[in-house]
């Protein structure tokens, strides 16, 4: 008889792991459950829907639920809920098609993905208070928009999601309101960047509200204000994005184990404490390349690698999921901010490093060059061993830039190497010393 | 007494050695003879002088000889050109000023660039006919451009500084023919990028000749033709840019070792055989990082940071100069073209690798985000270790995505740790595999 792999969720995780193992073993039945319609849906592109640049949701949708069927021949069952697991006898529940039924597996998949986190704010039932975090909102926000036409937003949250938001209803013509509790947005890409995009969503047209607490929203049926510290001010529409959770339960009612940062807790194969349950994408936990500990960092990219490594592990060639260094990169308005690794100092303390860091502004092409702008790179690294930690890049060209200290990290480079790595240069592109050298020779210079 | 530390010639190695070494020991005596007038310019910047977008070629000079005298405080002599040195007794002999005079030293670095390569040519001392590796050059060609408004263009060479010329040349006005012995322009580059960027060139209105050999220039007194094969056509400007040899002779006379490349042998710190005479530069060899071997790759970052490096080994603290990847970019009309390590399967075989090699096309952005453009990729692995031999980026953006590649390269990674590098995506800068991981993901699945 055929093996089964039954995976719990269509989106990256679980569809890249759906297709590798079937490409990997056409033998292998394989059977994927997702509770809603929407599959392998690129939800980083639902901000540009919302602005308008992408037209249409279902270019959001890498594949098609049909092309997973037909071209894949991947069992795909949209609409169907797994409401539970029992690792010892091997089984799911599944509700779907008004009926509960059982489904054995051989190999388990949990790719249950991440919820946005609604925090307890007053009024988040109010119409036009939206969170943002899949297909289905991010309609409804487009249609709330294009139909109230309204005035002014209160964003809440200062993370990418806020940011990209605020861009997007700028677009819109809408007059942003952005309220983040602590001192600076972008929190896990440092001050430096923060600075930097800080000023720049002011020269937009953003009204930044830092240290503020929202306490929650207003309005007779539809929201009409926002609430923070003492005060209030109108809000037309109002979107909540401070963060995601794990979708753990499922798997923590099943008896598998969740780890320190409440997602679930992996091996370097993507297995969970049940050996033939895996779990992958943003409710999973992966192991970090510069602290070698477990971490939480729900991204698009994990989510492929960890779903598309598992694929081919339960077809019978086992492979690593591969660490995370925790690289992000974010547009806002004009800018590009990106981050790896490590960038907070007590963070890098509390991991046994002794971190050191510098931040250089270069320009990003030759000076003499029409047309480049300033980058601001950062540089942290440890002391003793001249190791590199991780380090962050904000300008209007070159953010990208990040992937060179990315790979840097991944490969366990020190700063002299880093400094010594042979990089492009032609005046269009790049200074001779491109800015992330020049950080690291900058850098290197404070390790001695 | 101070030590003295003597430096030939006053480009980017030279000046970066001087400049790094008063830094470093500001008790030495830094002195630099430079035979022209202009130091310390950004040759790569001349084409765009040519085209106009650099308006003064002062502007391409990063310190002036008043910031090195009064600022750094190097003893700098322009106007002067040493003319032999003697390694046993520690002087060189300088003529400068009208006179002939001995200087001695402690520390010698020889950083006397290279010269591009006159082929044996007809009318090669005709009006009109340059070649392009100096400032005073490039003031000329802009001059005759300027003053002559010719109708057309004979570009011979289809390398970077050809393809730089022809897109500087078709922004004057001029219609731009270029002549390439070889099947393919950028022969560096591989045959991937070749295409591409040939496709682009005529898009652009470039004529190519390719697998043509030109024998020489007619004229009265100015250029009038080009000859080829058994043909000729007119052409009111020629520019041959057929590649660069060392300058090697003031060395190799002074009984200072050439390595087989033909530039100046050096050891790890830039030494030449005569312990306490270096080089570095564009008539030095360097340390090939894959292939371990000297190899000859003048570019400006390599001479910059040998020169660098031997600037703080002379004051007192020793430093490596560091291994090249032979990466390069270049722009052409709206394409960058890049380059790192060995792209070349038969160089690589000749290195001892057994090449296994992919090229894939990707878009640049999430591929329903606007504004993106195709890149194509191609990477080499040797096949039995799986380690990352080089690669090639060409596309509309993100070229220097290179550096990912040339990062990786002097790492020392394997094609699958590659693949696993925790690369920046959000839909306007990436797709959530890069192009670069999509080229190692395939790249992997060849090398099993």
Redo the contacts between chains.
């Keep these: 008889m055929n093996e089964t792999f039954v995976v719990v969720g269509g989106d990256?995780a679980g569809m890249s792991a759906a297709s590798k193992a079937k490409r990997a073993n056409p033998e292998m039945d394989v059977i994927v459950f997702e509770k809603g319609e929407w599959v392998s849906y690129?939800a980083?592109?639902m901000p540009?829907y919302v602005k308008g640049?992408?037209e249409d949701l279902d270019?959001?949708v890498?594949v098609t639920p049909e092309e997973f069927r037909e071209e894949r021949d991947v069992d795909l069952r949209t609409g169907h809920e797994v409401v539970g697991i029992d690792p010892e006898t091997g089984t799911v529940t599944v509700e779907g098609d008004g009926e509960t039924f059982e489904q054995s597996y051989d190999h388990l998949l949990v790719a249950t993905g991440a919820t946005a986190i609604e925090p307890p704010f007053d009024g988040l039932d109010l119409d036009g208070v939206f969170t943002i975090h899949d297909m289905d909102e991010a309609d409804a926000i487009e249609n709330y928009v294009t139909e109230r036409s309204p005035d002014s937003a209160a964003i809440v949250g200062g993370g990418?999601v806020g940011i990209e938001l605020a861009e997007a209803l700028s677009a819109r013509g809408v007059d942003v309101h952005l309220y983040e509790m602590l001192p600076h947005v972008l929190q896990p890409f440092g001050d430096a960047v923060a600075e930097v995009v800080e000023d720049h969503l002011r020269e937009q047209g953003v009204q930044l509200h830092l240290d503020t607490a929202v306490s929650g929203f207003d309005g007779a049926e539809r929201v009409e204000r926002v609430a923070f510290d003492d005060q209030s001010r109108p809000a037309d529409v109002a979107i909540v994005g401070v963060g995601v959770e794990p979708n753990a339960d499922l798997a923590a009612d099943a008896g598998i184990e969740l780890g320190e940062t409440g997602a679930i807790a992996t091996d370097e194969y993507g297995r969970t404490n049940h050996g033939n349950v895996y779990a992958a994408g943003d409710c999973a936990e992966a192991r970090h390349?510069v602290t070698g500990e477990p971490d939480h960092v729900p991204?698009?990219?994990?989510a492929?690698?960890a779903g598309r490594a598992i694929g081919q592990t339960v077809a019978g060639d086992p492979e690593?999921v591969?660490?995370?260094?925790?690289?992000?990169?974010?547009?806002a308005f004009g800018l590009?901010a990106?981050r790896?690794g490590l960038v907070d100092e007590e963070q890098a303390r509390e991991a046994d490093f002794d971190p050191v860091s510098v931040t250089i502004s270069a320009p990003s092409r030759?000076?003499?060059?029409?047309g480049g702008d300033e980058l601001t790179v950062t540089l942290m690294a440890d002391h003793d061993t001249g190791r590199l930690l991780g380090g962050t890049v904000v300008g209007r060209e070159?953010?990208?830039?990040?992937?060179?200290v990315?790979?840097?990290?991944?490969?366990?480079?020190t700063v002299p190497?880093?400094?010594?790595?042979?990089?492009?240069?032609?005046?269009?592109?790049?200074p001779?010393?491109?800015p992330?050298?020049t950080a690291a020779k900058v850098l290197e210079g404070r390790l001695e």
């Design positions: 990256a690129a980083c592109g540009y640049e992408v270019d959001l890498a990418y390349v991204l698009a990219l994990t492929n690698r690593p591969g660490g995370i260094a925790g690289t992000a990169i974010v547009k590009g990106a790896t030759a000076h003499y060059y029409p070159g953010a990208k830039r990040i992937d060179t990315a790979t840097a990290l991944t490969a366990g480079m190497e880093l400094r010594n790595a042979d990089l492009a240069y032609a005046p269009p592109f790049s001779v010393w491109d992330v050298l």
